[in-house]
Structure formats: structure tokens, C-alpha cells
């Protein structure tokens, strides 16, 4: 049986959509349904479900896509998970995030990205001293006295600095 040309488009459309979003799918039977029933318009159970997975699929995508740029926050030209920093106020807005304690993505914390945040908390680092409100500045506190547990194994209590302490 021959297809029209619309129905032949349509049917081309679709494959080129599912080599992205549905691989998985068994596009070829979906196909020969089509065919069999005389067109897109005859089988339109079959189109339907092709076009729903198909739009699902792109949707996901799509969601993804928006939840990986909507959950990181660029720094010195890298891109940072909200994890990356002591003060997240809110996680959808990376754009409040404060006190980065990752030196880079692969590295994470370091001695001396710690040390910048420590500084930050107290007198302030080259000037810059952190605004962060006092009902949060506990928690912050522990995230970056963790931080500094962390990156300084070889150290007491006794030897973390004084902001971390109270």
C-alpha cells in the first residue's frame, strides 16, 4: 500500500524525532501499523501514542536541560553545584549563593578556598566581608568548620581559627 506524501512526512517527522527522544521505542511496528491501516489519519491510535512518547520524552529532556543550568552558579568561568558553597538560601537561585568552598568542580575544597571563606566570615577577604543574615550564620558556620576539618586533617580543634569556634 502507498502512503501519501503528508503521511509519508509525517511519518519521517516522527523517526527523526524518536532517534532523539525514544530510541527505544519499536518505531518500525508503529510504523507498519500505520501503513497497514492506510495512514496517519487511519491509525491514529498509533500516531497519537508515537507523538505522547515523543513529547514526553522532549518534556524530560527539556526539564532536564532547565534544572542543569537553573542549579549551577558560574564563578571565575566554572560552573558550581549549590554544594559548592556555605550559604544557599535558595536552591533555585544560584544567584543568592554565598561562600563558595570549592576551589574548582574536580578539586573541591581546598586549604586555600577554605581559608578565603574563613576570612570572608571574619574580617573579610581583600576587604570583602560575607552578609550573611544572623539567623543562617550557624549553619554556615558548620559547613565551613567542616570544610576546614576537611582540608586540614593534621589539625586540632585547638588550631581552627577563632570565627569557626563560637
Known amino acids: 500500500m502507498s502512503l501519501s506524501n503528508q503521511d509519508q512526512l509525517v511519518i519521517a517527522m516522527f523517526r527523526k524525532a524518536a532517534e532523539k527522544y525514544a530510541p527505544q521505542a519499536d518505531w518500525n511496528f508503529i510504523e507498519a501499523q500505520i501503513v497497514t491501516a492506510g495512514g496517519v489519519h487511519k491509525a491514529q491510535g498509533y500516531a497519537k501514542e508515537m507523538t505522547l512518547r515523543i513529547a514526553r520524552a522532549a518534556a ?17 568561568g566554572q560552573q558550581y ?81 577563632g570565627i569557626l569556634k563560637g
Open 60 to 76: 524530560a529532556d527539556k526539564a532536564d536541560n532547565v534544572e542543569k543550568a537553573a542549579t549551577m552558579k558560574t564563578e571565575d
Open 81 to 161: 553545584p549549590a554544594a559548592a558553597f556555605a550559604y544557599v538560601p535558595d536552591a533555585e537561585m544560584p544567584s543568592t549563593w554565598k561562600l563558595r568552598l570549592w576551589d574548582s568542580p574536580d578539586a573541591k575544597e581546598t586549604r586555600r578556598q577554605v581559608g578565603m571563606a574563613v576570612a570572608a566570615l571574619g574580617k573579610g577577604f581583600r576587604g570583602n566581608k560575607v552578609q550573611i543574615p544572623a539567623e543562617d550564620m550557624g549553619g554556615v558556620k558548620a559547613k565551613v568548620k567542616a570544610a576546614w576539618k576537611k582540608v586540614n586533617p593534621d589539625l586540632t580543634d585547638d588550631d581552627m581559627p
